[in-house]
């Protein structure tokens, strides 16, 4: 069975080129376009990743990641953070935060895929 | 520090933050210089609300305190035009940001459906080349059916022309004899003479035999029967060598066409698999030729649809040039929106009132502590504004970290 991943960004050409990639390699896809919808999702399924973009309105990727680690059905599911944010400061909340990996847009499609294969094992 | 100045120097300052203004609206007619015409206003703004609490009450109430309430009226109007001026530019520079993300955001989606498009048939492109003749397609692929197919073709018109040689060769040994069963049936005939000759001989001996029993009168009666049933015997031995020899003729005659039948159909078998061998080979040789190239043009269309992907890829990566774009865009309004904040927060200080030319220190000493924290806030909204969302400086993709 198909792997699913929930892509949350407020750019809809970003989501859009997430699911493209992902789809492409055969994982099932659900798009949200902030925190907020994100964890509304989050609660209708369970996801095998989640790939969340930083700078968001209404909720932001940081404290999505902190309130889906609150809750013990994602406490290990893996979370990558996909932004255009570097700053070590950022990384470091984050890793706080029980992020699994950081990667800075734009993202190489095939180093996208590579990361989230070796995440899901 | 300015009330301690002469007249004609204040004067002179007045002239020159007119000056200045001037200069100011004129860089608002470029859309970009915003900024500096911003930086220009707020020196304005602390110049006029500077200027006015500087000039000593009825110290000379005279003709020069006249000239000098008329030029900061005239500075006051002309910031007022600057700060209509600008508003107007804020204003219009953040609805050109909104039309740039929205042109970015139209183009970037049909990009993006193009492309999504383009890789979809790529893949199709790729995993019909794989079906067709593809290196990883395995034994169920057409290309390999095909290989199989020409492969038992050669081997079954191998065996067929095989046998067709052999049948050939059959026929030859038949042939040989058949020429040797001929040359039996000519011996057979040459017999068949000699007892037509030993027929005719006992004929003659009867006929003799009878002569002799004639002159013997009735003792040779006897003997003359005798004599007549040997010739008669010899006739109808000559007649049966007659019909035997005229049946091996016959069937010596029927041989003779066998041997030609079978001799022409070994001629013909054999031209025959020569023609044919070379021809199906000819064919087969076109037939592998034809494979060879539909498995390579194959392979290079898996390859050219693995290029096609690989290019997708990158225009993946660049396309989102859009977001960052945007962000970089939302942040430059972020910065307009402080800055305008500010230069509308510093007009407000003379509310646009006419000044009175006598203000009181302790009025002067409050405004003075208003425009401080006013100041200190613009410098606090500033510098919220001064981290910039992206940190890339190029289209190169970025860096991957996993805690």
Redesign the interface.
């Not at chain 2, 040989?176 to 004929?203: E, H, P, Y």
């Given at each position: 069975m198909a792997k699913t991943v929930l892509a949350v960004d407020d750019s809809r050409s970003i989501l859009q080129m997430v699911s493209m990639t992902l789809k492409g390699a055969g994982y099932q896809v659900v798009e949200a376009g902030n925190g907020q919808e994100a964890l509304a999702q989050a609660q209708k399924q369970k996801f095998d990743l989640i790939l969340t973009d930083l700078n968001m309105p209404v909720m932001d990727g940081l404290t999505l990641v902190q309130k889906l680690r609150a809750a013990p059905a994602y406490k290990f599911t893996p979370i990558l953070m996909l932004t255009t944010e570097a700053g070590e400061s950022f990384k470091a909340k984050g890793k706080a935060a029980g992020l699994t990996g950081w990667l800075v847009k734009p993202f190489d499609p095939a180093k996208l895929l590579g990361v989230v294969k070796k995440v899901l094992g | 520090m300015l009330a301690l100045l002469s007249h004609p120097v204040r004067i002179g300052l007045i002239a020159a933050a007119q000056a200045l203004l001037l200069i100011g609206l004129f860089f608002i007619a470029c859309p970009w210089p915003v900024l500096l015409a911003v930086a220009l206003v707020g020196l304005m703004t602390l110049l006029l609300v500077a200027l006015p609490r500087q000039v000593r009450p009825a110290s000379s109430a005279g003709q020069d305190d006249a000239e000098l309430v008329a030029l900061l009226a005239g500075t006051r109007e002309l910031l007022r035009q600057l700060q209509a001026e600008l508003g107007q530019q804020f204003g219009g520079a953040r609805q050109e940001n909104a039309q740039v993300q929205q042109i970015l955001?139209d183009a970037?989606?049909k990009l993006?459906g193009s492309?999504?498009a383009l890789?979809k048939h790529s893949?199709r492109q790729k995993e019909l080349a794989g079906r067709i003749c593809g290196e990883q397609s395995g034994a169920g692929s057409q290309c390999q059916g095909f290989a199989r197919l020409l492969t038992t073709i050669e081997s079954s018109l191998t065996k067929l022309f095989d046998a067709t040689r052999r049948s050939s060769d059959n026929a030859r040994q038949l042939s040989s004899a058949m020429t040797q069963t001929q040359q039996q049936f000519q011996q057979v005939l040459s017999m068949l003479g000699d007892v037509r000759k030993i027929a005719d001989q006992t004929n003659l001996l009867a006929v003799n035999a009878s002569v002799e029993a004639a002159r013997a009168g009735a003792a040779g009666k006897g003997f003359a029967v005798v004599a007549e049933e040997v010739r008669n015997l010899s006739i109808r031995s000559n007649r049966f060598s007659q019909q035997i020899d005229d049946s091996v003729q016959g069937i010596a005659a029927a041989l003779s066409g066998v041997e030609s039948a079978i001799h022409q159909l070994a001629d013909e078998s054999e031209r025959l698999v020569q023609e044919e061998q070379q021809h199906i080979a000819s064919m087969m040789e076109q037939a592998q030729t034809f494979h060879a190239e539909v498995k390579q043009a194959a392979g290079e269309i898996a390859t050219i649809s693995q290029q096609v992907s690989g290019q997708?890829?990158v225009a993946?990566?660049?396309?989102?040039?859009?977001?960052?774009a945007?962000?970089v865009i939302q942040s430059v309004t972020r910065r307009l929106d402080a800055m305008d904040q500010l230069m509308n927060e510093l007009a407000a200080i003379d509310g646009g009132e006419a000044l009175p030319v006598a203000v009181e220190l302790d009025t002067y000493h409050e405004h003075l502590v208003l425009l401080r924290q006013m100041l200190q806030a613009a410098t606090d909204t500033i510098a919220r504004n001064h981290h910039n969302?992206?940190?890339?400086k190029s289209?190169?993709?970025?860096?991957?970290?996993?805690?």
């Amino acid at each position: 069975m198909a792997k699913t991943v929930l892509a949350v960004d407020d750019s809809r050409s970003i989501l859009q080129m997430v699911s493209m990639t992902l789809k492409g390699a055969g994982y099932q896809v659900v798009e949200a376009g902030n925190g907020q919808e994100a964890l509304a999702q989050a609660q209708k399924q369970k996801f095998d990743l989640i790939l969340t973009d930083l700078n968001m309105p209404v909720m932001d990727g940081l404290t999505l990641v902190q309130k889906l680690r609150a809750a013990p059905a994602y406490k290990f599911t893996p979370i990558l953070m996909l932004t255009t944010e570097a700053g070590e400061s950022f990384k470091a909340k984050g890793k706080a935060a029980g992020l699994t990996g950081w990667l800075v847009k734009p993202f190489d499609p095939a180093k996208l895929l590579g990361v989230v294969k070796k995440v899901l094992g | 520090m300015l009330a301690l100045l002469s007249h004609p120097v204040r004067i002179g300052l007045i002239a020159a933050a007119q000056a200045l203004l001037l200069i100011g609206l004129f860089f608002i007619a470029c859309p970009w210089p915003v900024l500096l015409a911003v930086a220009l206003v707020g020196l304005m703004t602390l110049l006029l609300v500077a200027l006015p609490r500087q000039v000593r009450p009825a110290s000379s109430a005279g003709q020069d305190d006249a000239e000098l309430v008329a030029l900061l009226a005239g500075t006051r109007e002309l910031l007022r035009q600057l700060q209509a001026e600008l508003g107007q530019q804020f204003g219009g520079a953040r609805q050109e940001n909104a039309q740039v993300q929205q042109i970015l955001a139209d183009a970037i989606d049909k990009l993006i459906g193009s492309f999504t498009a383009l890789e979809k048939h790529s893949a199709r492109q790729k995993e019909l080349a794989g079906r067709i003749c593809g290196e990883q397609s395995g034994a169920g692929s057409q290309c390999q059916g095909f290989a199989r197919l020409l492969t038992t073709i050669e081997s079954s018109l191998t065996k067929l022309f095989d046998a067709t040689r052999r049948s050939s060769d059959n026929a030859r040994q038949l042939s040989s004899a058949m020429t040797q069963t001929q040359q039996q049936f000519q011996q057979v005939l040459s017999m068949l003479g000699d007892v037509r000759k030993i027929a005719d001989q006992t004929n003659l001996l009867a006929v003799n035999a009878s002569v002799e029993a004639a002159r013997a009168g009735a003792a040779g009666k006897g003997f003359a029967v005798v004599a007549e049933e040997v010739r008669n015997l010899s006739i109808r031995s000559n007649r049966f060598s007659q019909q035997i020899d005229d049946s091996v003729q016959g069937i010596a005659a029927a041989l003779s066409g066998v041997e030609s039948a079978i001799h022409q159909l070994a001629d013909e078998s054999e031209r025959l698999v020569q023609e044919e061998q070379q021809h199906i080979a000819s064919m087969m040789e076109q037939a592998q030729t034809f494979h060879a190239e539909v498995k390579q043009a194959a392979g290079e269309i898996a390859t050219i649809s693995q290029q096609v992907s690989g290019q997708v890829g990158v225009a993946i990566t660049s396309m989102q040039f859009q977001d960052m774009a945007t962000q970089v865009i939302q942040s430059v309004t972020r910065r307009l929106d402080a800055m305008d904040q500010l230069m509308n927060e510093l007009a407000a200080i003379d509310g646009g009132e006419a000044l009175p030319v006598a203000v009181e220190l302790d009025t002067y000493h409050e405004h003075l502590v208003l425009l401080r924290q006013m100041l200190q806030a613009a410098t606090d909204t500033i510098a919220r504004n001064h981290h910039n969302p992206v940190s890339q400086k190029s289209m190169d993709e970025g860096d991957i970290e996993l805690f």
